[in-house]
């Protein structure tokens, strides 16, 4: 069978990062769709009772105040809690279990449910982060990690559209960062260099995946990316590790930059996107100082798992959970449809 | 908050197939979900025009014989193809990127579009056996790895309620079965034992996790499962080490364990449960020859998303994305569970 085959040919890329391949098979784009389709994430009507506005009662029987700006709190079903007891010794080296201690925060972004990143003022945008880095500074003081992310959207999993999202700290380094941490330090070690630093560095120079920049940021689709949009958030100058490292502009130019990722993310399907997105720093707790993970550059990352339309999404599944990620366009034509979606917002337009 | 705590304290279990952990945290029943739920699985009606039904037309153009058992064509919109050219030579260790050659095939498992694994006879599985067993023997001569998996459901991207299967080959040996290569290979040389074949003889002792057995295989929720219902099949007499090593005992007592796990599957919820499930053996290749891979049991795995009912899934998002698996019930409540589901399909009492 001979397909016509878009801009390249099908081949397997390496994710220095996690020490991982994805298989990039762009003439797949042709595949027609007649399976799943999602209710288009607009769909949601605000709900009135909604547990996370300014003032209302949670099913903990606790009740919010009349916050005007973030909000954080408790999560009133943590997966992991404070106090319990430490699972008995594991015997066996195909058995083995290991206590988990932590906590689990909400943060609202904003008062008004209907608000999202995109449609947020970019001072508004400013307190969010900086109420991260205060998050980071309290959590990460007791906490070997803390993850911060947002899961935007039914399709994410998220049960209420208010714009919020999640804070959980634990006394374990999660597989994610721990596969991070040995990747950037292996490379650390051999090239005398942060690899995510050498990363940048051609990146700038290469061009062909970047999406937006800005004084302090650059917003791109990494050269290993497995969802079709994924994109990455790396400083540009300086070498934070965390984000308690991040000078006042580099906040404000954070602020910004997600404005404006977003509003190309929503503009692309005319949608409010959903997705997945977080922090990954240098690890926290008693022991960490600031400057101590020179292997590490901080970043964030943007998982979002549409494809085609606002309705039809990428199935992480059979071959994917049992074999290797598998994308459909390559990372270069997704940074090229981001920078083409325009940079005002679909919905200011009307 | 002191929440009433079910059975076991949060935990973290490890993996050491794949050398990663999971956060389990059972006390997480208790959320109530007001978020996303599904169409449940038995409400897609049968499509007249269904290209996989015996004498129809594919898109491609090409006419399906009027076959009566299994039927194995090429995939008409494969994600890997035979001939295309090598990518140029990567000239970064952060810009890597290799060839990948390849074959897809979908295997249909019955003429009748209502025939799922837990409805058909055993006779009828076990010629998907064989025709797995065929299939493996010539597609793994000339590739290195040969991914058997099937994706059962809408909610699993399969965009064809028909029952079928996928069969994707490759010349590379793609991540989850590379890192199930090492960790295997590590024990092996530590132990001198294959590691599921100790696991095995364990989980046969401890009893607690066994949710079938019949006279030659172990159908079990791994002590580091990650999806709530997710489970293995283990052959419990010799060590294959691929499908093609099966014996015909084996063979026929796969089918029966195969439809016996699939009706409890479909009794717990009343639905047709969906999951993506496949095989992992020794990978192959014109070098593989049968017993070179010692360290290697070949197993099935079973990924089903289904949390609480049929409309209400396992979100794997932010958190899981970013950082860790995390699981709201312990793998023994699971199995008993499982096990506890009736051994006649709830269809067939009506
Ligand atoms: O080939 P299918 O069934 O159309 O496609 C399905 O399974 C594939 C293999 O797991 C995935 O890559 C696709 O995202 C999914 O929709
Ligand atoms: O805490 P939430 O938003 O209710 O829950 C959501 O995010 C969690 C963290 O990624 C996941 O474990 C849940 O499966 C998902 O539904």
Redesign the interface.
Known sequence: ?D?P?PA???????N?LKD??V???P??C???????TE?APDDQPPDPLNPLLPGATR??GQRNPVYTSTYVF?N??????ER????PPSD?????????KGTCRVMCFHPDSTMTIPLMTVDEILAVVNEWVNQLKELGRKYT?V?I???KG???????PHPHC?I?A?S?L????RVKERCQKE?FIK?KRP?LL??LK?EMIKKERIVILNAEWVALVP?WAVWPYETMLLPINGKPQRMTDLTDEQKRSLAEIMKQLNIKYDNLFKCSFPY???F?GAPTGPSAAPGDSPHWLLHA?Y?PPLLRSATVKK?M???E??????RDLTPEQAAQKLRECDDVHYKAKK
């Open positions: 069978m397909l085959i390249e040919h099908q081949h397997v890329r390496y220095p991982e391949w298989l990039v098979s003439h797949r042709l595949r027609p769709w007649s399976g799943q209710t099913s903990s408790p009133d079903f943590p997966a992991l809690l319990v007891p430490d699972p066996h080296p195909l058995f083995r279990s290991s206590a988990a990690w993850q992310f947002e899961n039914a399709i994410m999993g998220c049960s209420n999640q959980w634990s374990y999660p597989n994610e960062p490379y090239f690899m050498d990363y051609e050269y997945s997105m977080g990954h990352i998982l199935f599944v059979g071959y959970m049992l074999a290797q990620s598998q």
